[in-house]
């Protein structure tokens, strides 16, 4: 059983919206922080938005006002709505959990298979 599944991903012109969801066990992960990391052709794993425990949410500089992440615990779904979109957002997206909500690292956190998204000028 995969313990994370996105989906939603897609290509998009530049200025356009996208929302992708991840699906994860919420029996499992109900006490882990989730987050969402994308990882663009070249470049290292990086974090786009966390969501802990305590309904605390970060965003990283580069998406900070454009996206949004929510989590909806009676669907155990977690979500980014990706609006204003630029080319250099384009990347696989990957869900995450993990215990603590330790962004800086990708060390000790789970991953889902990752939904790619495609944005083009």
């Known amino acids: 059983q995969v313990p994370l599944v996105e989906s939603g991903g897609g290509s998009v012109q530049a200025g356009g919206s996208l929302r992708i969801s991840c699906a994860f066990d919420?029996?499992?992960?109900?006490?882990?922080?989730m987050a969402w990391f994308r990882e663009a052709p070249g470049k290292v794993r990086e974090w786009v938005a966390y969501?802990?425990?305590?309904?605390?949410?970060g965003y990283s500089d580069s998406v900070k006002g454009r996206f949004t992440i929510s989590k909806d615990n009676a669907k155990n779904t977690l979500s980014l709505q990706m609006n204003s979109l630029k080319p250099e957002d384009t990347a696989m997206y990957y869900c995450a959990t993990r215990l603590a909500c330790v962004v800086r690292t990708t060390q000790k956190w789970t991953w889902g298979q990752g939904t790619q998204v495609t944005v083009s000028s």
């Open positions: 919420g029996y499992t992960y109900s006490g882990n922080c």
């Open positions: 969501f802990d425990i305590d309904r605390e949410t």
